[in-house]
């Protein structure tokens, strides 16, 4: 596989027996159940949401993506306490 190759010099990997993988991936022997929004969020991806629609809509535990109000307000907070002169 090419993408494997071209990272190959970043990879650390050692020997290891299958049970301790198994351990901490049972999935390797059962697949696991899917997600029940996975059809709709499959349907956005190919529809071309872009990667903020598919965040706002499927956090995933991720903070938000601020918005141009977020930043704008960070900003002046940052001005008004005497940083980003």
Known sequence: MRAIEEIADALVSDPSE????LEGNPSLERSPAPHP???TFMSAL????GAAEL???????LPPEPTVADRIGRRLLGLLKGRNR
Not at 46 to 49: F, I, L, N, V
Not at 55 to 61: M, S, V
């Open 55 to 61: 965040r706002r809509r499927w956090p995933l535990g």
């Open 18 to 21: 299958y049970a301790s993988v």
């Open 37 to 39: 929004d996975r059809e």
């Open 46 to 49: 190919s529809s071309g949401a």
